[in-house]
């Protein structure tokens, strides 16, 4: 596409230098190290908990470890900081630091080398430097990627391996793309769909590849079924069971199914925010054949899917913001000087509020819980083993990669939300109507308490029919929402043995009613 590059917008990007590694990390550490706010569970409960349980030697490892459906090569990465920070024999308060900020610090490099490369990738398959610069600069300033990326979500690190095997399947080194597109397939199963789209063309052109991929695929399968056999104690197959749970039983569908359009008239859209229009632009007056192709095709297996998330479709990032750039280029040749700068400014404006609402303000209270009971704990000086129960929709908070208390000094339990396994559906249910423990819960919390808890004035004894026994904690956490509904009738219930000790904001508003309001800390008396 050919732009006019006597406007603002293409001289700008003429000056411009391209951003260095240096820049970039120090861009991304400081995005890292700034996140206060809790996105979704995965986060934490599928990387960092497994990682902090397997060096410190507790945590808690949700169903998917039973099941064998997760590889530990994801987690692998964070261990690394855990094993560093507890080798250097520090004072709790300096080790527990070291352990909120270690994760980050990885973050801040799986994001760094995936915007370095970028840029070459744009440069080195479309041959315009201008446009690549723009690509670059658009994906530091995202909103979304400032938000998303520098977390530890496997999708984080796929769409960086993604990004890098792209550039050195365009450099024609498709080794180095074997590699790096296996790991990634093996963090990702779905990430096979970018590689079968893309390799599939190169293995009829040169069929010695697909030798070499079968060698590359088989050693890497190898090392990663010893490393988890190393941390299973057994020899597991995730993939297979990744394949099985999602797939064969189509069980992922139990955790929320979404309407066909989800991913073109919501994924879309939020991974964009402020870049729609120029999307929009960009897909209207420009065609870009294979990343088009790309981008259809992955978004169609996904809405074949019918569980699904913003997330999901996260690697088609780079996809997404090409076309962007492309139509903001295509403006600036259609719109005077002085509105493009407009333009550019309000982008950059927009992009830095939405992104610090993100991660300042929106679900807050969540990740600051566990360090604001932690403290409480410490303060307390006490020998005994403090328990903490967790009143809310599972997985709200981190545990105990942002705990850090060992079972000496803690427990804490929650309330569960397993899937519908063989071994968890109870006698009589069926998958369509099984229910796990949170449902049973928020179904009828007076009656769930009366029938799994020991009475509060009375027999410690918990009752014996009770499906899901709990011991009344120490520490009780919940939603306001459930403290205010009186239909609950929990605040009645508990108010004359626990009173509220900590109120943390959370956010405006929740899509789950569940998790609305503060969230409250209450204190047995």
Not at 205 to 211: A, D, E, H, L, V
Not at 338 to 345: E, H, Q, S
Request: with cysteine; net charge negative.
């Amino acid at each position: 596409m050919d732009f006019r590059d006597n406007n603002w917008l293409t001289g700008v990007l003429e000056k411009t230098p391209v951003p260095s590694f240096l820049f970039i990390l120090a861009w991304r550490l400081v995005n890292a190290l700034t996140i206060r706010t809790f996105f979704q569970a995965d986060e934490y409960w599928q990387v960092l908990e497994p990682a902090h349980k397997a060096i410190f030697g507790y945590g808690y490892l949700t169903w998917e470890w039973d099941y064998g459906l997760r590889s530990y090569l994801h987690p692998l990465l964070y261990m690394l900081p855990y094993w560093i920070t507890k080798s250097l024999n520090l004072d709790p308060d300096t080790e527990y630091a070291y352990v909120l900020i270690g994760p980050r610090i990885v973050n801040a490099l799986v994001s760094s080398i995936g915007d370095y490369y970028l840029y070459h990738l744009i440069n080195k398959k479309l041959n315009d430097k201008k446009l690549a610069k723009l690509v670059s600069y658009m994906s530091l300033l995202s909103a979304w990627n400032w938000y998303c990326w520098c977390r530890s979500f496997a999708n984080s690190i796929e769409l960086s391996l993604t990004i890098v095997s792209l550039y050195y399947l365009n450099c024609n080194q498709v080794l180095r793309c074997l590699v790096i597109s296996a790991i990634s397939c093996l963090i990702r199963p779905t990430n096979a769909i970018v590689w079968l789209y893309y390799l599939l063309p190169v293995f009829w052109k040169r069929p010695i590849y697909i030798f070499f991929a079968i060698i590359i695929g088989s050693f890497i399968i190898g090392l990663d079924s010893v490393l988890n056999c190393t941390f299973y104690s057994t020899w597991k197959v995730p993939l297979w069971s990744f394949f099985k749970f999602n797939i064969s039983d189509s069980l992922s569908s139990f955790y929320g199914t979404s309407r066909l359009d989800f991913y073109f008239f919501q994924a879309i859209p939020i991974l964009l925010l402020n870049y729609l229009p120029f999307f929009i632009n960009g897909v209207i007056y420009t065609s870009i054949p294979d990343f088009s192709g790309l981008l259809i095709i992955y978004i169609l297996v996904f809405t074949l899917i019918p569980h699904k998330e913003f997330r999901f479709i996260y690697p088609m990032m780079p996809v997404l913001i090409t076309y962007s750039a492309y139509g903001l280029l295509n403006i600036s040749t259609k719109v005077s000087n002085k509105v493009m700068k407009l333009i550019i400014i309000l982008t950059i404006l927009t992009s830095s509020l939405l992104s610090y609402y993100f991660t300042q303000i929106h679900e807050i209270g969540e990740l600051q819980l566990p360090i604001v009971i932690r403290q409480h704990i410490i303060n307390e000086n006490n020998d005994n083993t403090i328990s903490i129960g967790f009143l809310t929709p599972c997985h709200s908070t981190p545990f105990q990669s942002h705990f850090h208390l060992s079972e000496e000094r803690v427990n804490i339990w929650f309330l569960t939300c397993e899937p519908p396994l063989p071994s968890n559906i109870l006698l009589g249910s069926t998958v369509d109507t099984y229910m796990d423990e949170s449902d049973y819960f928020y179904e009828n919390p007076l009656l769930f308490l009366q029938s799994n808890f020991p009475a509060l004035n009375g027999s410690s004894d918990i009752p014996i029919d009770s499906v899901w026994p709990h011991d009344w904690p120490q520490y009780i956490v919940m939603f306001e929402t459930l403290w205010k509904n009186e239909n609950s009738h929990v605040k009645e219930y508990i108010e004359k043995e626990y009173n509220i000790v900590e109120k943390l904001w959370n956010a405006p508003g929740h899509w789950d009613s569940r998790r609305e309001g503060n969230l409250l800390i209450l204190k047995r008396n």
